[in-house]
Structures are given as structure tokens and as C-alpha cells.
């Protein structure tokens, strides 16, 4: 059975910053795309970071420079590490897993498994 459970998430104030966990059990964690998706209140659910089983990383426009995603093979963990926080990241983040191939694609429809989520609130 897999599972994705999320942590990390909480209140902070422009400019500073948060680290995500999702850990994952239940399936070959190393073979598969993880990803890191986010929803604000009222807008869509959109990728902001993936990571292919081989390490290569993808970045929302909006994130690049200040998030890094990474992954940690032997505990089957997802990161996000947040920097430089603004108050349009607020929203709820969810982790997510593509489990059958290793192609990271960008639309939420192609995982297949996903975590319950953590919100994110910051203010200014």
C-alpha cells in the first residue's frame, strides 16, 4: 500500500523559510518522480518542483532560485527546501509520486499517488 505523508509545513513571514518532508513507503521510492505540488485558495493545483529517480531536478517558473527539491534514496524521503518566502506562496503543498515510470511529467493527472498535504501561510 503506498503512502505519502507530509510535514513541515507552517507560518512564517516574508523572506524566511521552511523545509518540507514527504515520506514515502509502499513502493521502489528510488525508481520513480516525485514531485512537489501546490493549491492556494481558488486557483488550480500546479507542479513547483520535480525530481526524476536519477536525481535531475525541474523548477516552476515562480520557485526557480529559491526552492530546491532533493531526495533522500535510503529513507525514502522528499525534501523541499523553501527560501526567500513571499506571501503568494501560501497555499496547501501536497507531495506526489509517479509510480510505473520514471518521466516527470508537469500535470497533476499523470501522479498517481499523493499525499494529504501541509499548508504553507506566509505573511508580510
Known amino acids: 500500500q503506498v503512502q505519502l505523508v507530509e510535514s513541515g509545513g507552517g507560518s512564517v513571514q516574508a523572506g524566511g523559510s521552511l523545509r518540507l518532508s514527504c515520506a514515502a513507503s509502499g513502493f521502489v521510492y528510488s525508481a520513480y518522480c516525485m514531485a512537489w505540488f501546490r493549491q492556494a485558495p481558488g486557483k488550480e493545483r500546479a507542479a513547483v518542483a520535480r525530481i526524476g529517480g536519477s536525481g535531475t531536478k525541474i523548477y516552476a517558473d515562480s520557485v526557480q532560485g529559491r526552492f530546491t527539491i532533493s531526495r533522500d534514496n535510503a529513507k525514502n524521503t522528499l525534501y523541499l527546501q523553501m527560501n526567500s518566502l513571499k506571501p503568494e506562496d501560501t497555499a496547501m503543498y501536497y507531495c506526489?509520486?509517479?509510480?510505473?515510470?520514471?518521466?516527470?511529467?508537469?500535470?497533476?493527472?499523470?501522479?498517481?499517488?499523493w499525499g494529504q498535504g501541509t499548508q504553507v501561510t506566509v505573511s508580510s
Open positions: 506526489a509520486a509517479r509510480v510505473g515510470d520514471n518521466v516527470c511529467y508537469r500535470g497533476l493527472n499523470e501522479y498517481n499517488y
